[in-house]
């Protein structure tokens, strides 16, 4: 006869089954932590035959994760076939032949090392988008007969066959856009171009890829918008990241509400070395380093920007100088605006303060090595913070902070609930889920950065700018973003970087340069669309 001055024996035996279970709860979520979900769920990259399938869904039931176990989140997104577009590139230094790269033409050096190295065999396992770039365009011989050499390589990934069509070089880009057998034009020039070629290109019938930043100046900005808006043309700004493989897990993420609300997201930037700071192509004595060659039109390069006599350092660091570039926000920040913006659609800012200044690079520049920039977005309850450095290279990550869990977001993704959290009070309590691991963790790219060759590159793919792991193959972003320009121009529809995405990011750099410059706040009055 059981005592009524304790619990029954089915009680006790309840208890201890929901105490066993509790515990292999613990046990396995803290088992789970770093392990990639994709290595867990559906795309067998890590051996999964420790986990009990069972337990696995019904941990990702509780939180309501079963979307992120759709193998389909992991595809790759293959092109559509369509007719062949003749393209022509205008610019062609680094990020030119990055992007010929990207649209299955290498140069035979690189060709030779990435054989070499073991990297060809993905690059031969890129789409064959049909296309042939017919047009090479540059201010500078050496970088012309380099584009020339590219656009006229034979090899080709997917299957694809070399259709030997005639290339021709251009030392103006008016010459290009005049020419009829050019359907397309890639913009890879210093920023202070990026507008007006891209308008003039919309106006000669041309669609467009340009690189970032999107403009320097308001009224050009102002006047891409309505070029393209009133065209049927094909527009996309050069970011990426929206490719990545991690970027499928956290939108997914963000639609389901795992991180509750989001009031604060904070981005930055660390490098610490002089290329990194954009000091290049120079000697410690400022002198031109071996294959700086002269014929440059410097006039054609200068383009409406202010008269400058000719610059060595002005030719390949115009970073540093605000007649080209708008220093660390268009160059860095433009990419962390448009991981925000195309995750949460947080649009042009209210309000922005920018502050910093040149501590550590003592030369001739005008950008500034420290910027904190900070932007006010009071109807959607949220702010976003910018913060970069060129004088340290200590990682500091994208975080998205929610008032359930938190977000870190580059190459790799991780997701750390709060301790706090009402929503996983319950969870937390019984031991499902522990704050002090990560709760969601996807990396895949594992610990290495593949076919980096400096650390701009490798800060550039440790925040997922370069390349992603798909079902276990390497697949360069940009083919990937360009793929899906082509797509819409041959079958319709709106790219990722459209100019809605790209008028959003061009207003909120402009309006960040504007008080860093200035020195003072900054506002974006909706009505008259413009900063004041």
Not at 50 to 74: C, M, T, V, W
Not at 145 to 155: D, N, R
Not at 267 to 286: F, P, V
Not at 383 to 391: E, F, H, I, M, V
């Amino acid at each position: 006869m059981a005592s009524d001055n304790g619990p029954k024996k089915s009680d006790r035996d309840k208890d201890r089954v929901e105490n066993s279970i509790s515990k292999q709860r613990r046990s396995l979520i803290k088992a789970l932590a770093g392990i990639p979900i994709v290595g867990l769920f559906g795309l067998s990259l890590f051996e999964k035959r420790a986990y009990d399938k069972r337990n696995n869904n019904r941990i990702f039931k509780e939180l309501g994760l079963e979307s992120l176990q759709d193998p389909n989140l992991g595809e790759i997104e293959s092109a559509r076939k369509g007719e062949l577009l003749r393209i022509g590139i205008i610019g062609w230094g680094v990020r030119g032949g990055q992007l010929s790269k990207a649209l299955g033409f290498l140069h035979p050096d690189e060709e030779n090392s990435m054989r070499e190295n073991g990297r060809l065999e993905d690059w031969l396992m890129q789409d064959d988008l049909n296309v042939a770039i017919t047009g090479v365009c540059d201010v500078f011989d050496l970088h012309a007969e380099k584009g020339l050499a590219i656009a006229g390589s034979e090899l080709r990934p997917g299957g694809g066959k070399s259709l030997k069509l005639p290339v021709k070089r251009y030392r103006r880009y008016q010459e290009m856009l005049a020419d009829k057998d050019i359907d397309a034009v890639v913009v890879t020039t210093p920023d202070h171009h990026h507008a007006r070629i891209s308008i003039d290109a919309i106006k000669a019938g041309k669609h467009v890829y340009c690189e970032k930043s999107v403009s320097l100046s308001e009224s050009e900005l102002n006047e891409l918008y309505a070029t393209v808006k009133s065209s049927d043309r094909v527009y996309q700004l050069g970011h990426q990241y929206v490719k990545n493989s991690i970027f499928k897990y956290a939108k997914e993420i963000i639609n389901k509400d795992i991180l509750g609300d989001i009031t604060l997201v904070e981005t930055t930037t660390n490098r610490n070395s002089e290329n990194g700071a954009w000091i290049r192509h120079l000697d410690k004595d400022g002198n031109p380093r071996p294959g700086s060659e002269k014929s440059i039109d410097w006039e054609q390069w200068l383009g409406n920007a202010p008269k400058a006599p000719f610059s060595v350092d002005r030719f390949y660091n115009w970073t540093k100088w605000f007649d080209y570039d708008t220093g660390l926000i268009g160059q860095l920040f433009s990419h962390e605006f448009d991981a925000v913006n195309q995750l949460l659609r947080i649009g042009i800012p209210a309000s922005v303060v920018s502050s910093g200044g040149i501590y550590h690079w003592k030369d001739n520049r005008e950008m500034a090595d420290m910027l904190q920039c900070v932007f006010e977005y009071p109807d959607k309850d949220m702010t976003l913070l910018y913060s970069g450095n060129l004088a340290s290279s200590l990682p500091r990550g994208r975080v998205f902070l929610g008032n359930d869990a938190s977000m870190e977001l580059g190459a790799s993704l991780v997701v750390h609930a709060d301790g706090n959290s009402k929503k996983y009070a319950e969870n937390i309590k019984n031991g499902l889920v522990d704050p002090s691991i990560p709760m969601i963790t996807f990396d895949p790219n594992g610990s290495s950065v593949d076919g980096v060759s400096s650390a701009t590159e490798s800060y550039y793919a440790s925040r997922g700018l370069i390349g992603t792991n798909i079902n276990g193959r390497n697949v360069d972003t940009s083919h990937l973003h360009l793929a899906e320009w082509i797509d819409c121009i041959r079958h319709g529809g709106e790219p990722s970087a459209n100019i809605e995405r790209a008028y959003e990011e061009g207003i909120a750099a402009l309006m960040a340069h504007r008080s860093y410059v200035e020195k003072r706040r900054v506002e974006w009055d909706p009505i008259q669309r413009k900063i004041v």
